[in-house]
């Protein structure tokens, strides 16, 4: 029997190794995926930016034509100002120029603002657009090396599948049908050691009755508990 639960044990680190390169295979690629939306959303906040900056530069614009016209009707005040015959159209006259002053005086300052929030946000553009070339550069190499992974991972799959198919040749039908039933069942180990009385599996401890029926090494052994084929380790019978 033992020597049977050998070749059992042969034939799980087989598929521990398998399911380890099932689990990278499956992995690897939702990785560069995570990537790509980093990538995403960096290009989306540079794109917001960018929108926010030709609204500022189209604000800007606005307002220096709005100073231009201030400025001409200033120009035009400052010719009447030759012109009047009274000190009341005069004072009137001044009046206005003041407020036609003040008003560019605001418009002057807003502007200003406005350049400086630009250049702020150009500023920041051109570092988010750094970041997106770096990001880029990074993907790539990322997405080679996962590409030479993913193939290396389907060699050794390959190989294991036909060393797995070698190891079931040589196992008896029934104990292989049992081994494979409690495999798909638990989704990892169907075959665990006893160490101090307790199953390696799901930790409960074993009856003596167990113990026993396992020493006598004549017939295979599940788990009262997890259902696993259970085995003695070498070194705890020491
Ligand atoms: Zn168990």
């Known amino acids: 029997m033992s020597a049977?639960?050998?070749?059992?044990?042969?034939?799980?680190?087989?598929?521990?190794?398998?399911?380890?390169?099932?689990?990278?295979?499956?992995?690897?690629?939702?990785?560069?995926?995570?990537?790509?939306?980093?990538?995403q959303r960096l290009e989306e906040a540079v794109a917001g930016?960018?929108?926010?900056?030709?609204?500022l530069q189209k604000n800007s614009a606005v307002k220096e034509l709005d100073l231009k016209t201030h400025e001409e009707k200033i120009r035009k005040l400052k010719k009447?100002?030759?012109?009047?015959k009274t000190n009341r159209e005069?004072?009137?006259?001044?009046?206005?120029?003041?407020?036609?002053e003040a008003d560019n005086s605001r418009l002057e300052d807003e502007i200003l603002d406005l350049m400086t929030q630009a250049e702020e946000l150009e500023a920041q553009c051109k570092d988010d657009a750094q970041k997106i070339a770096q990001e880029e550069k990074r993907l790539e190499a990322e997405l080679e090396k996962v590409q030479a992974e993913l193939q290396e991972i389907e060699n050794r799959i390959g190989e294991l599948?036909?060393?797995?198919?070698?190891?079931?040749?040589?196992?008896?039908?029934?104990?292989?049908g049992l081994y494979e039933k409690i495999w798909n069942a638990k989704g990892n180990r169907a075959l665990v050691p006893v160490s101090g009385m307790a199953c390696q599996g799901c930790f409960m401890n074993i009856?003596?009755?167990?113990l026993s029926r396992l020493m006598a090494d004549k017939?295979?052994?599940?788990c009262q508990s997890c259902g696993r084929i259970l085995y003695l380790e070498?070194?705890?019978e020491e």
């Open 4 to 39: 049977l639960l050998d070749k059992l044990q042969d034939l799980q680190e087989v598929d521990i190794e398998l399911a380890t390169l099932d689990k990278a295979r499956r992995e690897k690629p939702e990785k560069v995926e995570e990537s790509k939306r980093h990538l």
């Open 234 to 236: 070498e070194k705890a």
């Open 49 to 55: 930016e960018r929108a926010a900056l030709r609204e």
């Open 219 to 222: 017939e295979i052994i599940t």
């Open 80 to 84: 009447q100002l030759l012109t009047v």
């Open 90 to 100: 005069y004072s009137a006259l001044l009046l206005e120029i003041g407020g036609e």
């Open 161 to 176: 599948s036909e060393l797995r198919k070698q190891k079931a040749q040589d196992i008896d039908g029934e104990a292989l």
């Open 207 to 210: 009856t003596m009755e167990t």
